[in-house]
């Protein structure tokens, strides 16, 4: 009776642990994998498996990164006012070209 007792018991918190387990969030690594794998789309073969290396070792790009780049454009050195914010505001929501 003691074994099946312990033998329950033991089932039980195994099933608890694997089912903790399940909840858990994606890492980041696993989030970026699956980012780069939807951004890959049809590419097949050695075009993908390139495609995923340059993906998978990209460093995100900071605010401060675009910010720079955005103030770099020429067009954003010739517009003024009203015309310079809205360019900015695209300039800075656009998502890098990967």
């Not at 780069?36 to 900071?62: H, I, Q, W, Y």
């Not at 360019?87 to 656009?94: R, W």
């Amino acid at each position: 009776m003691k074994k099946l007792l312990s033998l329950f018991a033991v089932a039980t918190c195994l099933s608890l642990g694997v089912a903790h387990a399940q909840d858990k969030a994606p890492t980041a690594q696993q989030s970026k994998m699956a980012t780069c794998n939807k951004d890959a789309g049809d590419k097949k073969g050695d075009e993908r498996k390139a495609f995923m290396k340059t993906c998978l070792s990209a460093k995100p790009v900071t605010q401060q990164d675009k910010m720079k780049s955005c103030n770099a454009d020429p067009k954003a050195k010739a517009l003024k006012g009203d015309e310079r914010k809205a360019f900015m505001k695209e300039c800075l929501s656009a998502k890098p070209a990967a």
